[in-house]
């Protein structure tokens, strides 16, 4: 665990028993849209195009700690071939 503390200073933590919070704040969060999927962290996130958009960048968008967007979308993907695929995949994911 890493702290702001001064060096030679001290801090204190006592574990609660109890019910956990119903959220957290910085807790990873995912939105679906019919364009792309919003990954979110609390402090940064990103926007990743569905697989429907098959001419569209992969990365849509990415947010700064200020709450704005790099690019309002949608990003067309500028190849001199044509994508044949594009998979999404969540490795682990609560429902």
């Known amino acids: 665990m890493e702290t702001a503390l001064p060096a030679n200073t001290r ?14 704040p ?3 969060r995912i939105a679906e849209t019919p364009a792309y999927y ?18 569209w960048a992969p990365i849509q968008g990415i947010l700064y700690r200020d709450g704005t967007w790099t690019a309002a979308g949608p990003n067309i993907l500028q ?3 044509k994508s044949t695929n594009m998979t999404v995949r969540f490795l682990e994911r609560d429902r």
Request: proline share 5%; hydrophobic share 40%; net charge positive.
């Open 38 to 55: 919003e990954i979110l962290n609390g402090l940064t996130g990103v926007r990743i195009a569905r697989p429907a958009h098959q001419n």
């Open 26 to 28: 910085k807790a990873v």
């Open 79 to 81: 190849i001199s071939g």
């Open 11 to 24: 801090a204190d933590w006592t574990l609660h028993t109890g019910r956990a919070p119903q959220s957290f």
